[in-house]
């Protein structure tokens, strides 16, 4: 599954004729709001017979390609579509961003819990070995959490190893046992069901990130990206994030 969400691009499949006739709508961003863009793409390309090509993962896979053809680019966070347009200023229409939908946080622990983690402050005791991101759209989710319960200095002492994005703390989550826990966003447990188990966070103590979304300047689908935007944010689009672990 790994593989799946950070390598590949993903287009909707129409009959190869009728394909060559149509726009296509680039969409770029990173992997964590990938599942849900993505299936909207399908059904709003559907709709309006168009093709939506929506490219997930680390910026430095896409970026090249991106300053060729993107319509769209969203973030997983909003400072992270905030940090983005400021290192390429003359990509990202600023006044036509808009926010999707929050998400919150939460523990993901191993496949039946074998340390029996139940909240954030278990994270603190001995024996514990945390997986930290310490970027992509988790850069200070963790002390933000453990900040609200006099927990940093404890969860951080456990800190076993911090990587620069989500697809290399999938790496080392899946390859290496140790692991016992991993704060992130609940939505990832989605995508890696096979390797992580939830321990949810309550509401009044759990920190959200937002999903920012806004059309490129150099777009030749703005009429479209606006519309596919439109359609996220309506009922049927929420419905589709939910399913996906946002709120």
């Known amino acids: 599954m790994y593989k799946l969400f ?3 691009a993903f287009l909707i499949s129409f009959p190869t004729l009728f ?37 997930a993962g680390p910026e430095d896979h896409w970026i090249a390609q991106a300053k060729q053809n993107a319509d769209l680019i969203y973030g997983g966070a909003e400072y992270m579509l905030t940090s983005f347009a400021m290192k390429h200023p003359d990509l990202v229409d600023p006044t036509t961003r808009q926010e999707l939908y929050k998400r919150g946080a939460a523990i993901l622990v191993k496949p039946g819990n074998p340390k029996n983690i139940r909240s954030l402050k278990d994270l603190t005791k001995n024996g514990i070995a945390v997986l930290d991101v310490n970027g992509a759209g988790q850069l200070g989710l963790w002390e933000d959490l453990a900040g609200k319960q ?42 890696l069901q096979d390797f992580t188990q939830v321990v949810k966070i309550p509401k009044f103590k759990n920190v959200y990130r937002g ?29 589709i994030f939910k399913k996906w672990g946002w709120e």
């Open 6 to 8: 950070y390598t590949a």
């Open 19 to 55: 394909l060559a006739q149509m726009d296509t709508l680039y969409v770029y961003g990173p992997g964590g709001p990938f599942a849900p863009i993505n299936e909207s793409a399908q059904i709003f390309g559907k709709k309006h017979q168009l093709s939506v090509k929506v490219v």
């Open 150 to 191: 006099n927990a940093i200095e404890g969860i951080q002492k456990n800190i076993k190893n911090s990587f620069a994005n989500t697809a290399l703390g999938i790496a080392a989550w899946k390859a290496d046992p140790t692991y016992d826990a991993w704060i992130n966003y609940e939505s990832w447990h989605y995508l």
């Open 211 to 239: 999903t920012p979304i806004a059309l490129t300047t150099i777009s030749r689908q703005r009429t479209m990206a606006v519309q596919f935007i439109d359609f996220m944010r309506s009922t049927e689009g929420h419905s």
